[in-house]
């Protein structure tokens, strides 16, 4: 069952509806296909189900369920809850989890450890017990798949390393170099933010130099959840503390495009992205907004709700709301 909570949504859509904010959108976006005529309607946001946790590391979305991997003294663990609501089921406690990702039908995720201890799992999505890919991994932080393969960046040596499903072999994609951090995969490419100056970087999903596309500026405190990526063109918030955060797209060819106005504090946490949209949660008055992929004004869409992971998919936009607890949350279209 699923339980309707109580965050202010001013923006369902460029449908009559009173409250709606920014509903322009360009004809294309760089790199990534055409737009949409205006914002997404959606549904009220309802609650999926609560996790026994501080904070969120990390939350991907299958095709029957929402992953979460939470922070926290005695609460680090990675629990799941079904798309439609219900019990949220534990499936790997005390364990530092941080980055989190769909392969094909299973989830994977790379716990840290201390130094060089970290790991690799991953668990069918219908079920059954997770399985460990890799060990004695360098500090791992970030996670993505496109799929046939598994990509995640180590710290600790300053590398990014692709992982061939379903047995490996594992091999380095690039580095040492800088502090790679969040990563993300797109139509063959494999996209990365060094966290020591905010840059974003690429390389081939088959290998090949590895290449610094420009310099936005994202967020480095969005360690496992900071970008995403979509055709060739890869999307990260920007933030300067104290200051306003705009949504970046920096484009393989080395462009670097500003696509909304932005918001005070504004994405400072996780950025998920569709065909026509980027959405990203803000502290400052605990919004979620939402930004044309082709560039356009910010709209927020929901209001009240204290989040830093986000997923998009086709049937809605859910996220990881924290305060005592971590409530996992689904805003349908």
Same mark, same amino acid.
């Given at each position: 069952?699923? $339980? ?13 509806? /009173? ?67 219900? $019990? ?8 530092? +989890? ?21 790991? $690799? ?32 960046? &180590? ?73 995403? /990526? ?10 300067? +503390? ?12 080395? &462009? ?57 998919? $086709? ?19």
């Amino acid at each position: 069952m699923t $339980a309707t909570r109580a965050p202010l949504v001013l923006a369902i859509g460029c449908l009559g509806v /009173a409250l709606t904010l920014g509903c322009s959108a360009s004809d294309s976006a760089p790199g990534g296909g055409g737009q949409a005529s205006g914002t997404p309607a959606w549904k009220t946001p309802v609650a999926l189900g609560d996790v026994n946790a501080h904070g969120v590391r990390s939350l991907a979305v299958s095709a029957t369920h929402v992953y979460v991997t939470t922070s926290g003294v005695g609460t680090e663990q990675v629990a799941r809850v079904a798309k439609d609501g219900g $019990a949220v089921e534990v499936i790997s406690a005390d364990q530092s +989890a941080y980055g989190i990702t769909v392969a094909g039908e299973q989830v994977c995720w790379v716990n840290r450890g201390v130094g060089a201890t970290g790991e $690799a799992w991953c668990m069918p999505d219908a079920g059954g017990a997770p399985t460990r890919l890799a060990d004695n991994l360098n500090d791992p932080m970030g996670i993505a798949s496109d799929g046939s393969n598994l990509v995640w960046t &180590t710290v600790g040596d300053s590398s990014v390393s692709k992982f061939v499903l379903p047995s490996g072999p594992l091999q380095t994609l690039a580095g040492p170099l800088g502090s790679p951090t969040a990563v993300a995969t797109a139509s063959g490419n494999v996209f990365w933010i060094d966290a020591t100056d905010g840059s974003v970087w690429s390389v081939g999903m088959d290998g090949g130099s590895a290449k610094k596309l420009g310099s936005p500026k994202c967020n480095a405190s969005a360690v496992a959840f900071g970008l995403a /990526a979509r055709g060739s063109v890869a999307y990260c918030g920007s933030w300067i +503390a104290g200051g306003a955060g705009s949504v970046m797209a920096v484009s393989l060819d080395g &462009t670097v495009t500003k696509l909304g106005p932005g918001q005070v504090y504004g994405p400072s946490g996780g950025i998920a992205v569709d065909d026509s949209f980027a959405y990203w949660p803000s502290p400052m008055g605990a919004k979620i907004f939402s930004t044309p992929l082709g560039g356009g004004d910010d709209t927020m869409l929901v209001q009240g709700e204290t989040a830093e992971a986000i997923a998009v998919d $086709a049937t809605g936009l859910y996220w990881a709301a924290y305060g005592t607890t971590v409530t996992i949350m689904k805003m349908a279209r």
